[in-house]
């Protein structure tokens, strides 16, 4: 049958017997996108079909579900050329929040549901953040905020089915602790929210999941120990001389499962951002933006595993709801291979860590600040406006490719076999060496992000895989500062704001012109792969169909 498992002889790796373990795809289980309005977009919807395809995302997150642009939840209601007219009671219409579900579902993906922002309506304080003006202020009425949730996850059962329903990932809110930005409240007031929330979900059905705090970063100061933020309490971060030796710990996941403990609270998965980056008030009142070490998202992972393991909830999963090289739409490292080849070591060096870290975000469709100036502007996206694939998208499109066994791990790469057919895989890249502990950091130019180009040597990959069939084909793709690297070959251009046709045609090619060759099984069964990687390449292989 289709589904059986293959079994095989155990191969040899560089002349030893190889024992595997799991290989979790801990980078396909969600992604992020900017807000709910853009799923309505054609271009959207195009782009994460594509996603889904190549890189295998399971799950998607992102904004304003309840935003006022998604209207589904009205108080008044009018024609548009006057005042509206009040409705005796709300009126919950689900036609917008419709289309999008639909189309995640119908690419083969499903909705990790942020239930926010608060509408207008039900807010006690309005636009706090973003140009499309979030209303992220506790209700001033928690009995309809009750209702809004309880009326769209029966909606969302009614139209998709319970069981469909129950795969799903109810997350309350985004960065609360991020006064006043994402919430006006206090810790308790975001506390007392998840307490209501959490208990109408499950009077609906008691087997759907619900999580939180979605907060974000880990800090190694107490600013969030109160009820608000103290920037009083970042002085010394700001000024610290080596920032990776201090105690990094997660923002309010200690006491909001205190919290939720001590009142028996369901907590089905505990979920928080891991962004490796700060941002310190120093005594002058400026801000420090600080990048933390490489391995900054590994030490956190280990320590938040560790912290779930030992609380209330030692089975909750773990959620890391938006994780990527830095916390800016603006950062154009994240155009850069130098991004893809870091996102590769950092998953692969995770994968074991959490049930899943969703990169934020999929495309460069994204108007937190309103849309980005030019072509390549420094968004989060793997695919540009434009629909160009960025190195960031082959770095997910060579992960998914992956088995799920795991045969070999080294420090520049892996090779894994798939449990179902037995095809042999690898991922290997080249992280320079020269950058020790350091991190690519950001960038707030493409010329700035070039320095960059100049760290490193190249990196010979030598390995023999013995025990496979002779004759077998494998298919190699490198991608390199001369291979899919078009943000720099827009940069050759002149970096053009608004690009022509033509321009716009040799960027699509550019983007996806990797270096490709074949290797071919020996007659004595060994596939031997000899290859001199430059600095930051990334070299994908697997299997021939």
């Known amino acids: 049958m289709s589904n059986d498992i293959v079994l095989e002889p155990s191969l040899r790796i560089d002349g030893e017997l190889c024992s595997e373990?799991?290989?979790?795809?801990?980078?396909?289980?969600?992604?992020?996108?900017?807000?709910?309005?853009?799923?309505?977009?054609?271009?959207?919807?195009?782009q994460f079909r594509e996603v889904v395809d190549a890189c295998g995302f399971r799950y998607i997150r992102f904004h304003g579900v309840f935003h006022d642009d998604m209207f589904v939840y009205r108080e008044s209601y009018g024609h548009g050329f006057g005042p509206n007219v009040n409705l005796p009671s709300p009126v919950f219409t689900f036609s917008y929040v419709d289309k999008v579900f639909d189309h995640i579902l119908e690419c083969g993906a499903r909705p990790f549901v942020e239930l926010g922002f608060m509408p207008r309506e039900l807010a006690t304080e309005?636009?706090?953040?973003?140009?499309?003006?979030?209303?992220?202020?506790?209700?001033?009425d928690m009995a309809r905020w009750v209702e809004l949730v309880t009326?769209?996850?029966?909606?969302w059962i009614g139209r998709y089915g319970l069981a469909e329903v129950r795969e799903w990932r109810?997350?309350?809110?985004?960065?609360?602790?991020?006064?006043?930005?994402?919430?006006t409240g206090t810790k308790t007031e975001y506390f007392e929210l998840y307490e209501h929330t959490v208990r109408a979900i499950k009077e609906i059905d008691s087997e759907l999941k619900v999580g939180g705090p979605a907060t974000s970063v880990f800090v190694p100061d107490e600013r969030y120990k109160g009820e608000v933020e103290d920037r009083s309490a970042m002085l010394e971060t700001s000024t610290a001389s080596d920032v990776d030796a201090l105690d990094w710990r997660p923002v309010w996941i200690e006491d909001f499962i205190a919290w939720c403990a001590e009142r028996e609270l369901p907590?089905?998965?505990?979920?928080?951002?891991?962004?490796?980056?700060?941002?310190?008030?120093?005594?002058?009142?400026?801000?420090?933006?600080?990048?933390?070490?490489?391995?900054?998202?590994?030490?956190?992972?280990?320590?938040?595993?560790?912290?779930?393991a030992n609380s209330a909830y030692p089975d909750a999963e773990i959620h890391i709801t938006e994780w990527s090289t830095s916390p800016s739409s603006r950062d154009f490292i994240h155009d850069t291979l130098f991004a893809a080849t870091s996102i590769i070591r950092s998953y692969l060096k995770c994968a074991t860590l959490a049930d899943s870290i969703s990169y934020w975000t999929f495309t460069d469709v994204f108007e937190e600040g309103g849309a980005g100036i030019g072509p390549f502007h420094g968004g989060f996206g793997l695919v540009n406006e434009a629909g160009m694939h960025k190195p960031t998208f082959h770095a997910f499109a060579m992960l998914h490719r992956l088995g799920d066994r795991l045969l070999l791990a080294?420090?520049?790469?892996?090779?894994?076999?798939?449990?179902?057919?037995?095809?042999?895989?690898?991922?290997?890249?080249?992280?320079?060496?020269?950058?020790?502990?350091?991190?690519?950091?950001?960038?707030?130019?493409?010329?700035?992000?070039?320095?960059?180009?100049?760290?490193?040597?190249?990196?010979?990959?030598?390995?023999?895989?013995?025990?496979?069939?002779?004759?077998?084909?494998?298919?190699?793709?490198?991608?390199?500062?001369?291979h899919g690297n078009v943000a720099e070959a827009w940069h050759r251009l002149g970096s053009p704001i608004n690009l022509s046709r033509a321009d716009s045609k040799y960027l699509s090619v550019v983007?996806?012109?990797?270096?490709?060759?074949?290797?071919?099984?020996?007659?004595?069964?060994?596939?031997?792969?000899?290859?001199?990687?430059?600095?930051?390449?990334?070299?994908?292989?697997?299997?021939?169909?």
Not at 518 to 530: A, F, Q, S, Y
Request: hydrophobic content about 40%.
């Open 170 to 183: 109810f997350e309350l809110w985004n960065e609360p602790n991020l006064v006043p930005h994402f919430w």
């Open 267 to 308: 907590v089905d998965f505990i979920s928080t951002h891991l962004y490796p980056t700060d941002f310190a008030y120093g005594a002058d009142g400026q801000g420090v933006h600080i990048t933390r070490y490489a391995d900054a998202t590994y030490d956190d992972l280990v320590l938040l595993r560790d912290l779930v």
């Open 151 to 155: 009326r769209s996850i029966e909606h």
């Open 410 to 482: 080294t420090s520049d790469g892996v090779v894994t076999r798939d449990s179902r057919t037995s095809a042999v895989s690898a991922l290997f890249f080249n992280y320079p060496e020269e950058m020790a502990r350091r991190a690519v950091g950001s960038a707030n130019s493409y010329p700035a992000t070039r320095a960059l180009a100049g760290v490193g040597s190249s990196r010979r990959v030598r390995h023999s895989i013995g025990q496979l069939k002779p004759g077998t084909t494998f298919l190699v793709e490198i991608m390199d500062w001369e």
């Open 21 to 46: 373990s799991a290989l979790p795809h801990i980078w396909a289980e969600c992604v992020g996108a900017g807000r709910a309005n853009e799923a309505l977009r054609a271009d959207w919807q195009q």
């Open 126 to 140: 309005q636009e706090t953040v973003f140009w499309w003006g979030a209303h992220a202020s506790p209700p001033k």
């Open 511 to 545: 983007a996806d012109s990797l270096r490709r060759f074949t290797l071919t099984v020996t007659d004595n069964g060994t596939l031997e792969i000899d290859v001199d990687l430059p600095p930051w390449a990334v070299l994908s292989l697997r299997q021939a169909a």
